[in-house]
């Protein structure tokens, strides 16, 4: 079974900074894209930022500069280092990855149980 497990989250003052961290755990054979959404109350859930296996990212236009997402294949862990952080930052925040659990299989997405983040002073 694959297991996502967030961490990293919390209060902090506008202007403040977080970083998230997302490890996989369980049987995996191969890990291709990974990344962040958020899901603030009454609002859909978005794309924050994305990380390929070959280490290309892609970041929502409301974080572009701000925030910076990576990750470590050797750990199956991926980070999100939050800077000027805003209000309207505050959600839950969930990671993803694109998970193969044999050779040969097709990937699943993942899903981690999602992190609070809330910025207000």
């Known amino acids: 079974q694959v297991q996502l497990v967030e961490s990293g989250g919390g209060l902090v003052q506008p202007g403040g900074s977080l970083r998230l961290s997302c490890a996989a755990s369980?049987?995996?054979?191969?890990?291709?894209?990974m990344g962040w959404h958020r899901q603030a109350p009454g609002k859909e859930r978005e794309l924050v930022a994305a990380?390929?296996?070959?280490?290309?990212?892609t970041y929502a236009d409301s974080v572009k500069g701000r925030f910076t997402i990576s990750r470590d294949n050797a750990k199956k862990t991926v980070y999100l280092q939050m800077s000027s952080l805003k209000p309207d930052d505050t959600a839950v925040y969930y990671c993803?990855?694109?998970?193969?659990?044999?050779?040969?299989?097709?990937?699943?997405?993942?899903w981690g149980q999602g992190t609070q983040v809330t910025v207000s002073s």
């Open positions: 369980g049987i995996i054979y191969s890990i291709n894209d």
């Open positions: 993803n990855a694109d998970i193969a659990v044999r050779r040969w299989a097709t990937t699943t997405k993942y």
């Open positions: 990380i390929s296996k070959g280490l290309v990212t």
